[in-house]
């Protein structure tokens, strides 16, 4: 028999009152857990000159015997350190633990200055009360953007090593999450994962050594999208035996660059594939277009003549190279 989910409502609201701010805590499941100290400043700057204009949410844990906060655990943050005594709240009546996510997903949405793995984090918790686990119905849960869901999910298929290295307290030391999510790509790619070299962990460490030491094979998270590029172009030439030596080359060698993943005929061969579905396009438009409805379209006739003529010159190129 199936098991009926747990309840995402939002909880009720109870009314407006004023805490001691010393009997607050914050929420343990709130999709945000890093607080850089430069915004926490401005908004700290702001609260000492005109207060804390919109009261916290926050609801009376039972289990814990105390104050927790829903909506707005910096402004309590900034009021502790101004030495604020009280606050003003908006009372909740007390959510259970999928209320509670959702509720604090739908308060904040995702916000530019987020950090992505916090939200992955409690996006998982979801996942799991919930047994669910379609992106669709996760962003309609959430109000998450459904793109934002899949790269929460990429994130939690990485070891909780790279994980926490997205967690770090110190700006300058973070991994940004746009790295990892950007090697997925490649880290999970089926040609790659088949060659007899490649460990997963073990790549994936390498390529952020390189990141992190600015080499010159590695100059952006974007250089993944090429390398790729270049993996799909040598796995279509059926030149997987070179492309493995290739990788496993750029991938030990730091001052290899990305070019070295091309793979003689690979390119030639994907830019056929794209001549070949243009030619083919072209092929039937004129295969069924009628004259005479064209007879006035001085343009058209214009370009296809010039095309004649290239084709022309081509197919000479050709069977010159041919017969040499």
């Not at 000159?49 to 910096?74: F, H, S």
């Not at 953007?145 to 994980?163: E, F, G, I, M, T």
């Not at 967690?167 to 994962?193: G, H, S, T």
């Not at 409805?293 to 197919?315: A, F, M, P, T, V």
Request: charged share 30%; hydrophobic share 40%.
């Amino acid at each position: 028999m199936q098991q009926p989910r747990p309840s995402a409502s939002a909880p009720g609201h109870v009314g407006v009152k004023t805490i001691r701010t010393s009997e607050l805590q914050p929420n343990p499941h709130n999709p945000r857990m890093l607080f850089d100290r430069a915004p926490l400043e401005m908004l700290k700057a702001s609260i000492e000159k005109v207060g804390i204009l919109v009261p916290l949410t926050v609801y009376w844990a039972k289990a814990q015997n105390a104050w927790v906060i829903l909506d707005g655990q910096r402004r309590w943050m900034c009021a502790g350190e101004l030495g604020l005594k009280t606050v003003h709240v908006n009372e909740v009546a007390e959510p259970d633990l999928v209320q509670n996510i959702v509720t604090m997903f739908q308060i904040h949405k995702l916000r530019e200055d987020w950090e992505l793995m916090p939200t992955a984090l409690k996006l998982e918790v979801l996942m799991r009360e919930l047994k669910e686990k379609k992106d669709k119905q996760l962003a309609v849960l959430t109000g998450l953007d459904q793109a934002v869901v899949a790269r929460c999910k990429k994130l939690l298929s990485y070891p909780k090593s790279y994980q926490d290295l997205m967690l770090d307290p110190d700006p300058a030391k973070r991994v940004k999450a746009d790295f990892f999510i950007e090697l997925y790509a490649v880290r999970n790619d089926r040609v790659v994962n088949k060659m007899r070299w490649f460990r997963r962990d073990k790549f994936t460490q390498r390529m952020l050594e390189k990141y992190q030491r600015h080499s010159s094979g590695l100059k952006a998270v974007t250089d993944f999208r090429t390398m790729k590029q270049h993996i799909a172009n040598a796995h279509t030439a059926k030149r997987d035996t070179q492309l493995s030596a290739k990788l496993k080359e750029f991938t030990y060698d730091d001052s290899l660059t990305i070019d070295h993943l091309v793979v003689s005929g690979a390119g030639t061969a994907a830019e056929t594939r794209r001549l070949l579905a243009l030619v083919a396009k072209v092929e039937e438009s004129l295969a069924s277009m009628n004259v005479a409805d064209y007879y006035g379209e001085n343009e058209l006739w214009r370009r296809l003549e010039h095309l004649l003529k290239l084709i022309r010159q081509k197919l000479l190129a050709a069977g010159r190279r041919l017969r040499a």
